[in-house]
């Protein structure tokens, strides 16, 4: 089965190159986008007294998600679509102030018009560490020993709904289509690993698509099997 992707970048990604994200300085930053915004510098994480609005801390993930120049225009069309020009603005300025300050003051930068993340030290986002994976993935033969790999720490990666906390539409948006991407990647690698008749991996992946989608026929079937392979069909019929 193909994963069906669609992701900004085209450039290649090689397999030993995928998480390393690191800048020049030292130091830890980890940034998590599945069931929780969260940022963690050196292991303290980055709080809301910190950030001191939540448009400081979206325009964070805007440009994290994203990893490329982003223009004003684009900013203000996806976190304050429909404020006045003047007020978009001026959120915009005190966003980028607040977000730099709750930062690293040199971590959000403006050249030739367009303002990008460039964090310092083993940056690590499991967003796009998630989207790299999968562009692999996609990438290999359907039989390369390595593909069900990629997924499955794909898969891992997935902990919940994209940046649950945001409602704005870019969010709203990338947030329906990261599940899909999910969704179809564990519908993959749990085929896989039943075809393989290695039950126990199959059901750990349906239960995860279960998480999601309570009422999935595939994964239900699935851990049904599983159930009935090891002789719980009580477990599998509860």
């Known amino acids: 089965d193909r994963i069906l992707l669609k992701i900004d970048s085209d450039e290649p ?36 007294g910190d950030w001191r609005s939540k448009f400081a801390k979206e325009l964070f993930f805007l440009l994290a998600y994203h990893a490329r120049p982003i223009s004003k225009a684009e900013i203000i069309a996806a976190l304050w679509p ?37 964090p310092h030290g083993n940056y690590h986002f499991d967003v796009s560490r998630f989207r790299d994976l999968l562009k692999i993935a996609e990438r290999m033969p359907q039989d390369a020993n390595l593909r069900p790999r990629y997924i499955e720490e794909a898969v891992d990666l997935y902990n919940g709904d994209f940046l649950p906390e945001f409602y704005s539409e870019w969010c709203v948006s990338e947030r329906a289509i990261l599940e899909r991407w999910f969704m179809q990647s564990a519908s993959v690698l749990a085929r896989h690993y039943a075809e393989l008749g290695n039950h126990d991996r199959a059901a750990r992946v349906g239960d995860k698509i279960l998480s999601v989608d309570p009422y999935n026929e595939e994964a239900l079937g699935i851990l049904l099997t599983a159930y009935a392979a090891a002789g719980e069909y009580a477990a599998g019929e509860h």
């Open 82 to 118: 429909e404020k006045e020009p003047a007020k978009a603005e001026s959120g915009l300025k005190s966003s980028l102030f607040r977000a730099r300050r709750a930062l690293h003051q040199d971590w959000i930068i403006y050249e030739d018009g367009k303002y990008s993340l460039a």
């Open 13 to 48: 990604i090689e397999p030993e190159s995928v998480g390393k994200e690191a800048g020049d300085l030292p130091g830890r930053v980890s940034v998590r986008g599945f069931g929780a915004a969260k940022v963690e510098i050196d292991g303290r994480e980055v709080t809301s």
